[in-house]
């Protein structure tokens, strides 16, 4: 099966990556500096996400909503990562598109166990990200608020019990959160070392002194993808026997 999942997810990069680069053109249409994702690094990060989850999970219809998330995942991290703008015109209709699949499958059984829980964690973690923005404005867009919709979807969609949702967000948001603080760390550190911003936000004043380490900006979408796919990949582990 991953032999088959790595020719599936060339295409699918190359396919996606005009979606991606469309949306930074029209964003630079409206003053944003945002330059154009290369194939190359767009095409390993869909190849290694399609892997992850795909392993644990092998040849199942179950996959499919996964997939169809995971291309979404990786294409809105690379806007994120351009941009520090979540694409709205890829995430939702990536989010219709994962839904529309769960409910197809889950139907054809007779069985929406699936279904209601993939539901409840897209209701819980986006629930979650959103009492975060309201406690801390600026450690949180609203970006990955509408984000965490889809990685709920996707982790509850796996999800076999109540408990096994409960772990399996945690987990996402454990990685997530310390994948961001080695981020941010990492890249203060870098530009006060060389004084160069290796992702700068393009709604900065370039004339501007760069902020304290603990005030460095930069983009989680990448990092919230991360972690989910993560959870995704070893969910069996994560959530042993249930």
Known sequence: MIIVVIPVAIVVAIVSLPWVNGYLTLIRGEGIHAKPVPLLPFAV????????????????????????????????????????RIANRILFPSLAASLATMVIISLAPGDLDDLGRALIGAAVFSGLLGVIRIISPAGMGFGDVKLALLLGLLLGWVATSGTGLIRLLAAAMLVASLLGVVNGMLLATLRRVTGKNLLPDPDADPDAPPPAMLKTHFPFGPGLAFGTVFALALHESIVPGL
Do not use: E, K, N, Q
Request: aromatic share 8%.
């Open 45 to 84: 990060a869909m190849i290694a996400a399609f892997v992850a989850v795909t392993a644990p999970i092998g040849d199942d219809w179950h996959l499919l909503p996964l997939l169809v998330g995971t291309t979404a995942l990786v294409s809105v991290s690379a806007t994120d990562v351009r941009s520090y």
